[in-house]
C-alpha cells in the first residue's frame, strides 16, 4: 500500500467515523507506541538510539493531534 493510498483510506475512515470509535482506538494505538517508546527512554540508551527515539515519541504524539484535528473538522460538533 503506498503512503497516498494509506493517507487516503485514513482519511475516509475517519470521516466514516461519525460516533469516534475508529479515532478512539487509532488514538490509543498511537499512545500506546509513544508510552512504550517513553519507557525504553526511560530505560537507558545510547545517546543515538535514545535521539532517534525522542523523533519518533514527537512523531507519534503530532499524529495524535493531525488524527484529532482532521476528526474534529470532519464532524463539528462530535
Do not use: Y
Not at 475517519?14 to 500506546?32: I, P, Q
Not at 532517534?52 to 507519534?60: F, S, W, Y
Not at 504524539?61 to 473538522?73: C, F, I, Q, S
Request: contains cysteine; glycine residues 8%; hydrophobic residues 45%.
Amino acid at each position: 500500500m503506498s503512503k497516498e493510498t494509506f493517507a487516503l483510506d485514513l482519511e475516509e475512515k475517519l470521516a466514516n467515523d461519525g460516533d469516534g470509535r475508529f479515532k478512539e482506538e487509532l488514538l490509543e494505538r498511537l499512545r500506546n507506541e509513544a508510552v512504550g517508546i517513553k519507557c525504553r527512554m526511560d530505560a537507558g540508551v545510547p545517546p543515538a538510539e535514545f535521539a532517534r527515539l525522542q523523533k519518533t515519541a514527537a512523531a507519534l504524539d503530532a499524529a495524535a493531534t493531525v488524527v484529532e484535528g482532521v476528526w474534529a473538522r470532519m464532524h463539528p460538533g462530535g
